[in-house]
């Protein structure tokens, strides 16, 4: 079976900075494949050429077998390439039930507007509680996003993601900022997900990194200098220096 994501040969250049640096990265089936590296490394950049967010200078981007190198950062969305970010997005004012409904409602085509009568948009109001109580969250269905505590609001931000069923989701991050107890609960939530979508993950807490990746992917200076399964990156040496040993030694 061919990968849902491809990357091959991407490089991006800023006024002659080598941001990525002929990058080979796949994303299959199932599996959460982490991407690694210091800060400055490239993730992000490399991620928002993925989204279509930068154009890159080489290379090509395969979405399920097709090219989507010419496509804008919405029609990559529309394709099925979906996404969360450092800085959770969400509508504050409105309660969670209504945020994730109004993800369904984008999905299906539907034309009310968020404060609409209820009645209106039942169905949709429906399939969204269903999506909060697979995450645990029923129990917040009806709190406003401003009230939440920053893990839980994103957590509400990945189940919206999941909400327009992508083919795959690029998370930046989802645990930065939590506490443990909550970072545990994302993890959980994590290992679900794969069975439902295939996930690329940036993340710095390699705790979680290593109880969630299939595979492993370090960035440094924008170039891949290995991947691997949890052992193989612990066990690189040049990782080890690049990235592992620098968090040690802090």
């Not at 909400?163 to 930046?172: F, K, Q």
């Amino acid at each position: 079976m061919s990968p849902v994501l491809e990357v091959r040969g991407l490089v991006k250049r800023f006024d002659g900075l080598l941001a990525t640096d002929h990058v080979d990265l796949d994303l299959r089936t199932g599996e959460i494949h982490a991407l690694i590296g210091p800060n400055g490394a490239g993730k992000s950049t490399l991620i928002n050429q993925i989204c279509g967010e930068l154009t890159h200078d080489e290379g090509s981007i395969l979405l399920e077998g097709q090219p989507i190198d010419a496509l804008t950062a919405p029609q990559r969305a529309q394709h099925g390439i979906g996404r969360t970010f450092q800085i959770v997005q969400l509508i504050g004012e409105a309660s969670v039930l209504d945020n994730v409904a109004l993800v369904e409602q984008v999905r299906q085509g539907r034309t009310w507007r968020l404060f609409d009568g209820r009645k209106s948009r039942v169905g949709l109001r429906d399939s969204a509680m269903e999506r909060l109580s697979t995450a645990g969250l029923a129990d917040r269905a009806d709190t406003r996003v401003l009230d939440l505590s920053h893990g839980e609001r994103k957590q509400v931000e990945l189940v919206m993601a999941c909400a327009l069923r992508p083919r795959l989701l690029l998370l930046d991050e989802p645990m930065a900022g939590l506490g443990q107890s909550e970072s545990a609960g994302m993890v959980t939530m994590l290992d679900r997900l794969r069975h439902e979508v295939p996930i690329l993950l940036i993340e710095h807490d390699m705790d979680a990194v290593f109880a969630l990746a299939d595979r492993i992917s370090v960035l440094v200076y924008g170039r891949i200098v290995a991947t691997g399964n949890a052992d193989t990156i612990r066990n690189d040496p040049e990782v080890r220096q690049a990235y592992l040993g620098e968090e040690d030694a802090a």
